[in-house]
């Protein structure tokens, strides 16, 4: 727990309490609400909540309920769900915090609930990182778009391209995981892959992990068609055709291996892919060079081992 958040929880907490007469005045059933409250009996507290807006319908338009009725619902998160990714108490936390922050007019609570709003948006972050892998990649998704659109709900200008970038690249090795599985060897998970790479691409396209893996699954892909067509005693026709779409993807993979290359010119994998490419498009010249330009770094490698 961050200090600034350490620092509002306190506030509420010791201006919670000071403040119950003046607020609940015309609200007795709302002493009994702090009084569980207080108590840390969060069940009691929670039903409580419902009583007294039975009994005082006019609270609805109060945010100082709002306020309360987050921060109970954020402590069942915390301490009765444990800060589980299906609470369906952080959910009541955050739209109660948010109907607060719209009806406070005097900003009376604007920093505690954008505080406890900001925390609640980076738990969904974490759910999101924490779902990142082949089982529940399609959970991690959703959870990383419910921090986006909290965070964004708090602060309308932030920028997410970091946590954009970080998010694409890692479900682009979900995806291409998925797809390396003989039971998932389906060539959408590679679209999806690509999908993500172009995604961060599109934010930093000098960025060394979305170029170096596009250029490489393009570069598989021609490789695999040629291999098929090795294997298979194909038409003529369709074998032309295989050819065509196997030079179609070498091609493809050249840019995206050339911009990585840029980034990390001494990276012998790269350099490896690229020297891999032109052989396969029979551009003789460019081969050689490359092929030096590694030959030179395999042995200025040598030369620093001995």
Same mark, same amino acid.
């Given at each position: 727990m961050t200090r600034i958040f350490k620092i509002a929880l306190l506030t509420f907490i010791c201006s919670l309490f000071s403040s119950v007469h003046g607020q609940f005045e015309?609200?007795?059933?709302?002493?009994?609400?702090?009084?569980?409250?207080?108590?840390?009996?969060?069940?009691?507290?929670?039903?409580?909540?419902?009583?007294?807006?039975?009994?005082?319908?006019?609270?609805?338009?109060?945010?100082?309920?709002?306020?309360?009725?987050?921060?109970?619902?954020?402590?069942?998160?915390?301490y009765v769900d444990n800060r589980s990714p299906i609470s369906k108490a952080r959910t009541v936390a955050i739209e109660s915090f948010k109907k607060s922050l719209l009806l406070d007019k005097k900003e009376q609570y604007i920093d505690n609930n954008t505080t406890v709003l900001d925390y609640l948006s980076n738990s969904y972050y974490n759910d999101a990182v924490l779902y990142v892998d082949t089982i529940h990649y399609e959970e991690s998704e959703? /959870?990383? &778009?419910?921090?986006?659109? *909290?965070?964004?709900?708090?602060?309308? $200008?932030?920028?997410?391209?970091? !946590?954009? +970038?970080?998010?694409?690249?890692?479900?682009?090795?979900?995806?291409?995981?998925?797809y390396s599985n003989k039971k998932d060897h389906r060539k959408e998970y590679l679209d999806k892959a690509l999908t993500c790479y172009k995604n961060t691409l599109a934010i930093d396209s000098?960025?060394?992990?979305?170029?170096?893996?596009?250029?490489?699954? /393009?570069? &598989?892909?021609?490789?695999? *068609?040629?291999?098929?067509?090795?294997? $298979?005693?194909?038409?003529?026709? !369709?074998? +032309?055709?295989?050819?065509?779409?196997?030079?179609?993807?070498?091609?493809?993979?050249?840019?995206?291996?050339?911009?990585?290359?840029?980034?990390?010119?001494?990276?012998?994998?790269?350099?490896?892919?690229?020297?891999?490419?032109?052989?396969?498009l029979n551009e003789m010249e460019n081969y050689v060079k490359y092929a030096n330009i590694l030959k030179k770094l395999n042995a200025e490698t040598q030369i620093q081992k001995n």
């Amino acid at each position: 727990m961050t200090r600034i958040f350490k620092i509002a929880l306190l506030t509420f907490i010791c201006s919670l309490f000071s403040s119950v007469h003046g607020q609940f005045e015309n609200c007795p059933e709302k002493v009994l609400l702090n009084k569980y409250y207080k108590e840390k009996n969060y069940n009691k507290a929670k039903l409580m909540l419902d009583s007294v807006l039975s009994a005082c319908p006019n609270q609805k338009d109060n945010p100082y309920y709002w306020y309360l009725s987050g921060f109970i619902h954020f402590d069942i998160f915390k301490y009765v769900d444990n800060r589980s990714p299906i609470s369906k108490a952080r959910t009541v936390a955050i739209e109660s915090f948010k109907k607060s922050l719209l009806l406070d007019k005097k900003e009376q609570y604007i920093d505690n609930n954008t505080t406890v709003l900001d925390y609640l948006s980076n738990s969904y972050y974490n759910d999101a990182v924490l779902y990142v892998d082949t089982i529940h990649y399609e959970e991690s998704e959703v /959870y990383f &778009n419910m921090y986006k659109s *909290l965070k964004r709900f708090i602060h309308p $200008d932030y920028n997410f391209d970091k !946590k954009d +970038i970080d998010f694409n690249n890692a479900m682009a090795s979900v995806y291409r995981m998925k797809y390396s599985n003989k039971k998932d060897h389906r060539k959408e998970y590679l679209d999806k892959a690509l999908t993500c790479y172009k995604n961060t691409l599109a934010i930093d396209s000098m960025n060394y992990s979305a170029n170096y893996n596009s250029g490489i699954i /393009y570069h &598989n892909l021609g490789v695999d *068609l040629i291999l098929e067509e090795l294997a $298979d005693d194909a038409e003529l026709e !369709k074998v +032309i055709m295989m050819e065509e779409l196997a030079i179609e993807y070498f091609s493809t993979s050249l840019p995206f291996l050339k911009r990585a290359y840029k980034v990390k010119p001494n990276d012998k994998s790269i350099i490896q892919g690229i020297v891999a490419v032109y052989y396969s498009l029979n551009e003789m010249e460019n081969y050689v060079k490359y092929a030096n330009i590694l030959k030179k770094l395999n042995a200025e490698t040598q030369i620093q081992k001995n």
